[in-house]
């Protein structure tokens, strides 16, 4: 790779490694956001146990999607990509939160370009 597109992808990769392992471990103090706000009522009752539980789960998720990327950015950020897609569908579905949902998108479309740089280096 060229020291510019080098450059692009180590961007790409520590940010979509970092934001999803400081999201995940924020699920568990709810420093930044009650990370339960984003779950609508409706899969809230569905759900077998409370909504923070749920939150810590894909907090788990997230931090696991993280330290992928780091490693495996190939599998790791097609991991955060359909993560973030799948969120953002919950949100489009759910009527909440369309301005966090279309951030969702553009970043999917971040990981998937991250996905491209990483292919185009066979040693990644």
Do not use: E
């Given at each position: 790779m060229d020291s510019q597109i080098k450059?692009?992808?180590?961007?790409?990769?520590?940010?979509?490694?970092?934001?999803?392992?400081?999201?995940?471990?924020?699920?568990?103090?709810?420093?930044?956001?009650?990370?339960s706000q984003y779950i609508s009522s409706g899969f809230a009752g569905v759900l077998p146990f409370e909504a923070r539980t749920f939150m810590i789960i894909v907090g788990v998720i997230e931090i696991i999607a993280g330290i992928m990327v780091l490693y495996r950015p190939k599998?790791?950020?097609?991991?955060?990509?359909?993560?973030?897609?799948?969120?953002?569908?919950?949100?489009?579905?759910?009527?909440?939160?369309?301005?966090?949902?279309?951030?969702?998108i553009v970043m999917a479309i971040g990981a998937f370009s991250l996905v491209k740089l990483a292919n185009s280096d066979s040693r990644q």
């Open positions: 450059t692009v992808f180590n961007l790409l990769k520590y940010t979509y490694g970092l934001v999803p392992i400081v999201a995940g471990l924020d699920k568990f103090t709810n420093i930044l956001t009650d990370w599998i790791g950020g097609y991991v955060v990509m359909g993560w973030l897609i799948a969120i953002a569908l919950t949100l489009l579905f759910s009527g909440h939160y369309i301005d966090v949902a279309v951030r969702d």
